[in-house]
């Protein structure tokens, strides 16, 4: 099976920063994209930011200039800078990943989820 693990969130001020990490792990044949999510309360879980095996980032207009993500593409890891964090950045941050890996009896693809983790921005 695969497991995608999140670390890093917690209780921030505003203007403060944070350095969310997610690691894939399992019999993983390939991933392609990585990337995170996020649900306020009340909203739609919505994309944050991803990265591609191949290709350029992708991020949503509100964390353009503010957050960061990259890939290491050897440990399966992608993590994500948030600074100059505000409070309308509190939700729960999942981290999403489209893979293939190798079950024992074959081969299966699809989007795997992290557990999520809290952010809260408050003074």
């Known amino acids: 099976q695969v497991q995608l693990v999140e670390s890093g969130g917690g209780l921030v001020q505003p203007g403060g920063s944070l350095r969310l990490s997610c690691a894939a792990s399992g019999r993983i044949v390939s991933i392609n994209a990585m990337g995170w999510y996020r649900q306020a309360p009340g909203k739609q879980r919505e994309l944050v930011a991803a990265?591609?095996?191949?290709?350029?980032?992708n991020y949503a207009d509100s964390v353009k200039g503010q957050f960061t993500i990259s890939r290491n593409n050897a440990k399966n890891t992608v993590p994500l800078q948030m600074n100059s964090l505000k409070p309308e950045n509190t939700a729960v941050y999942y981290c999403k990943a489209d893979l293939t890996y190798f079950s024992g009896s074959g081969y299966n693809s699809g989007d795997y989820w992290g557990q999520g983790t809290q952010v809260t921005v408050s003074s």
């Open positions: 990265v591609p095996s191949r290709g350029s980032t």
